[in-house]
């Protein structure tokens, strides 16, 4: 999946947040592949061209990454990982305990294999992307009709040990996000990421229609959680230095090391250079690896518009808002269980 519908440490939570936060440093991202077999309307990723990651590269970024960091979390992204089935497999059996494999993909090349092999690997965190009913799911992916395809798997997800959706709300959907949110709930679904669509021009209506939906779903969270229901929120408990973008040791599909992966985002491909820290050959110091962090901000700011710049940050800034306004509720949910 894309850095737009992956980017789910996006939530600038402050280092005096109360709640468990992910840490940026403890994170590897594998870009197996860039190739994806759909077209979503708020993609940026450069798709096509790209070498994919081998299964025997994608074990030893693991390694590289457990030898510098002792473990933490691994995300396997794309594209759509799920091309790329033995890369996937190879990192999900060759993961030691001290790493949290998550795998993210579209559902469209879900099998019996991927439900067999997620019941035999109960840590691993499969995520999945599901934007609310089947009008709007299927029309954000240009009429490719997934939704059938993502929901006739769902009574075997939701045995899944760590199951999430991801609902991305593009500047179209904004004014039924909330409507797509209760949907979701409606087919058993209780473990959620919400994700605006960032790098896109969110008019004002639109950032409107995106401040109305959130203030609903938030309420249907402190419903629910009032009258005990589990439902989980995965942005409240991921926290970035900077919004929009998964931050932590990104090796790409062509094996080159980077600080974040807004390289996938075809405004930043001339960048990649510039950006780039090292390849699995090559590996970047971890202080090297700390120093391009910090540095990534100013990046961002350069090479993206200002319009798109602005509503992209207004739209986290929802996105922050959501979240802020459900910790008081949340907590005490916890003390109360
Ligand atoms: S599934 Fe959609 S968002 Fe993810 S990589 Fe493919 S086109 Fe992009």
């Known amino acids: 999946m894309a850095p737009t519908v992956r980017t789910e440490a996006t939530v600038r939570t402050g280092s005096g947040s109360p709640a468990r936060a992910t840490r940026w440093s403890d994170s590897l991202i594998l870009v197996v592949t860039r190739r994806c077999d759909l077209r979503c309307a708020y993609c940026p990723t450069v798709k096509d061209g790209e070498p994919d990651l081998s299964p025997s590269d994608a074990r030893r970024a693991v390694d590289l990454f457990v030898s510098r960091h002792g473990g933490g979390d691994c995300k396997l992204f794309g594209g759509e990982p799920l091309l790329v089935p033995e890369a996937v497999e190879a990192v999900i059996r060759h993961a030691p305990p001290s790493v949290n494999v998550y795998l993210s993909t579209n559902g469209s090349h879900l099998s019996r294999h991927w439900i067999d092999l997620l019941h035999s690997f109960p840590g691993v965190t499969l995520t999945v992307s599901l934007d609310g009913a089947a009008a709007d799911h299927d029309g954000l992916r240009r009429g490719a009709r997934t939704y059938d395809t993502v929901t006739r798997w769902l009574p075997e997800l939701l045995r899944l040990p760590r199951f999430v959706v991801t609902q991305t709300i593009a500047p179209s959907t904004a004014a039924r996000a909330a409507e797509n949110f209760r949907h979701l709930r409606s087919l058993g679904l209780r473990k959620f990421n919400l994700l605006p669509g960032y790098f896109l021009p969110w008019t004002e209506a639109q950032l409107a229609a995106l401040r109305v939906s959130f203030d609903a779903i938030a309420e249907d969270f402190e419903s629910a959680w009032a ?28 094996q080159r090391i980077y600080p974040n992966n807004l390289v996938l985002a075809g405004a930043f491909d001339g960048l990649r250079a510039a950006t780039s820290i090292g390849t699995l050959d090559a590996p970047p110091s971890p202080d090297r690896l700390a120093e391009a962090t910090a540095a990534a901000p100013a990046v961002l700011e350069a090479a993206v518009g200002a319009q798109v710049m602005e509503s992209t940050r207004r739209a986290d800034g929802e996105l922050t808002r959501l979240c802020n306004r459900l910790y008081p509720a949340y907590f005490d949910m916890r003390a109360r269980a």
């Open 227 to 254: 009258a005990g229901e589990r439902l989980y929120l995965r942005n409240l408990f991921v926290r970035a230095p900077t919004p929009f973008y998964n931050t932590g040791f990104v090796v790409d599909s062509d």
